[in-house]
């Protein structure tokens, strides 16, 4: 079954510093990507999708990803995180006509 | 923008009592789709909607449950006779096609939040 996995509950990180939430992938073929951003009491937004080609995708509010299939992983990164960012961020992949999501990270950035 | 709406935002319902949950997805999109978040944990897979039909279903969506597009704009979720672990948010998504194709992405609308008391 395709999956992904987000190893992290919780990222805290400093205003204007870099972030990464990890996102790891398990998926027989090749595998279609996906974050999601979910602010408090919001609907799930799209950020950034990985289908093929590039390897580092880029997206909404500045946020990239890198496709790596050597690790199967697909973070997400931000080289200057806003205190705006904080939310909740989910990694998901395609089965089928579905998206499987991850368990989400919690990304706190503070001012 | 156009955007995925949902109605209601909060709803809240006897156990074993029916309720439809009701979404209008973004208007040009073929694909539609149910999803739902239990409080505290993952977003889950319900169902999948296509030509009228359904086009996959996870072991979640059983005979309670089923969707309809009654007409051109809205897509509905329908829970028979709710239970106590069917409190959760509910998640309408669309997309203008298959997951694969560069039009691929599920947009999601803002959730219902269903509570069953």
């Known amino acids: 079954a395709q999956s992904v996995a987000q190893p992290e509950d919780q990222v805290n990180v400093a205003e204007g510093n870099p972030l990464t939430v990890k996102c790891t992938y398990s998926?027989?073929?090749?595998?279609?990507l996906f974050w999601y951003v979910q602010y408090p009491n919001r609907g799930l937004q799209f950020l950034l999708k990985?289908?093929?080609?590039?390897?580092l995708v880029k997206g909404s509010y500045g946020f990239e990803a890198e496709f790596n299939k050597s690790q199967t992983s697909f973070h997400l990164k931000k080289p200057s995180a806003l205190v705006s960012d904080s939310a909740l961020y989910f990694c998901?992949?395609?089965?089928?006509?579905?998206?499987?999501f991850g368990k989400g990270t919690s990304l706190l950035v503070t001012p | 923008e156009p955007e995925v709406t949902q109605t209601p935002s909060h709803q809240v319902t006897q156990m074993g009592q029916e309720v439809i949950l009701r979404c209008v997805p973004i208007?040009?999109?073929?694909?539609f789709y149910w999803y739902r978040q239990i409080l505290g944990q993952k977003v889950e897979f319900l169902v999948s909607?296509?030509?009228?039909?359904?086009?996959?279903k996870s072991e979640i969506f059983d005979d309670q449950f089923s969707v309809e597009r009654p007409d051109g704009s809205n897509f509905t979720l329908k829970i028979r006779s709710t239970k106590l672990e069917d409190s959760a948010m509910y998640f309408c998504?669309?997309?203008?096609?298959?997951?694969?194709?560069?039009?691929?992405?599920?947009?999601f609308g803002p959730g219902t939040r269903l509570l069953v008391l």
């Open positions: 208007s040009n999109h073929l694909y």
């Open positions: 909607f296509y030509n009228n039909e359904i086009s996959e």
């Open positions: 998504a669309s997309s203008e096609a298959l997951l694969g194709s560069a039009t691929s992405s599920q947009y």
């Open positions: 990985y289908i093929t080609g590039d390897n």
């Open positions: 998901a992949v395609n089965s089928g006509y579905a998206l499987n």
């Open positions: 998926v027989s073929g090749n595998p279609y």
